[in-house]
C-alpha cells in the first residue's frame, strides 16, 4: 500500500532503518507503517535507545531511511533533491529538540526571524511575525534579551516561537520538556496544546513523561522495532515494562496495517 490518503497529514510506509555496526546492520526498525491524521496529536513513547528521536529524524526529512516512504500529503519526499527538501522543512515543518538549540549571541528576536529570512521573508516582515509568535508565547517583552540571559523554560518558549513563526502544517517535538522541571514542563506543554488549536497544526512528540503522553490524541509505543498503540491502555508499566507489548499490535513484519 502506497501513497497518500484523503485527510493524512504523515504517512510512513514499509520504514526501515538500520546502521552498519562493524561487520553486521544494527535494524531500528524494519517496516514499519504509521499514520498520522491531519489535526491530530500523537505521542510516541518507549525505552531510551529504541529509535524514537530515529523516527522523528526521518519524519522530519533530517534523515533518510533505509527503505520505505515518507508522505506529507501528497509528496514522498524521499524524491525531493536535497535543496527542495530544506525548503520544504522550513515551509512545511516546525522543529523543537530538548535541548533549546538557540543561538545565545543573538536575541530571542532574531532567533525567531531566523527560518524566515532563510526563506527570504523581508526583514521588516520577518520582525513583525517573529514579534507577534513571541507575544503568543508569553515572552513579547524579552524580544531584545539573548538567548544567553533567558531561563531554560524561556528558552524552550522561544524554540515553539521559532517553530511557528514560518506558519508550518506540523509540528515535531523531541522531549520538549525533557530539560526542564515539573512546573516549567507542565507549562510548556500546555503551550503546545494551545499552539496546537490556535495554529491547526499535526503534532507529533516523543516524551518519557507518560503523563504528557497520555494528553494526545494517540499514545504509540515504539518496541523492539513495533509500533504498538497504546491509547486508551494503561502507561503504568510502560515506562519499565515495554518489553511487554500491550495495547494494539500493529504487526509491522512483512508490511502490516497501519498504526
Not at 535494524?27 to 513513547?45: N, T, Y
Not at 522561544?158 to 507542565?186: H, I, M, Q, S, W
Not at 488549536?197 to 503534532?203: A, C, D, N, P, V
Request: charged share 20%; net charge neutral; proline share 3%.
Amino acid at each position: 500500500m502506497t501513497g497518500s490518503v484523503a485527510g493524512t497529514a504523515i504517512r510512513a510506509v514499509d520504514l526501515t532503518k538500520a546502521y552498519r555496526s562493524g561487520r553486521t546492520d544494527l535494524v531500528v526498525f524494519d517496516r514499519l507503517c504509521l499514520d498520522v491524521r491531519a489535526g491530530e496529536r500523537v505521542s510516541i513513547i518507549g525505552e531510551s535507545g529504541a529509535g524514537k528521536s530515529t523516527l522523528l529524524h526521518l519524519l522530519g526529512g533530517l534523515d533518510t531511511p533505509t527503505s520505505g516512504e515518507i508522505y506529507f500529503g501528497q509528496n514522498e519526499i524521499g524524491r525531493f533533491r536535497s535543496e527542495e527538501l530544506a525548503e520544504f522543512r522550513n515551509r512545511e515543518v516546525g522543529f523543537v529538540w530538548q535541548m533549546a538549540s538557540l543561538l545565545v549571541e543573538f536575541t530571542a528576536l532574531e532567533n525567531v526571524m531566523m527560518p524566515l529570512l532563510i526563506r527570504n521573508v523581508p526583514s521588516g516582515q520577518a520582525r513583525a511575525v517573529s514579534q507577534a509568535r513571541l507575544d503568543e508565547v508569553g515572552l513579547g517583552n524579552r524580544a531584545a534579551h539573548r538567548a544567553g540571559e533567558l531561563s531554560g523554560g524561556e528558552q524552550q518558549r522561544v524554540v515553539l516561537a521559532r517553530a511557528l513563526a514560518g506558519d508550518p502544517k506540523v509540528l515535531l517535538a523531541d522531549e520538549p520538556t525533557g530539560n526542564l522541571d515539573p512546573r516549567t514542563g507542565e507549562m510548556i506543554m500546555g503551550l503546545m496544546e494551545d499552539l496546537h488549536r490556535s495554529h491547526g497544526l499535526t503534532t507529533v512528540y516523543v516524551t518519557h513523561n507518560l503523563s504528557f503522553a497520555g494528553r494526545a490524541d494517540r499514545v504509540l509505543l515504539l518496541d523492539r522495532g513495533r509500533l504498538v498503540d497504546m491509547t486508551g491502555s494503561s502507561l503504568s508499566t510502560a515506562s519499565s515494562g515495554q518489553n511487554q507489548s500491550r495495547g494494539r499490535e500493529p504487526g509491522i513484519s512483512g508490511g502490516g496495517p497501519y498504526v
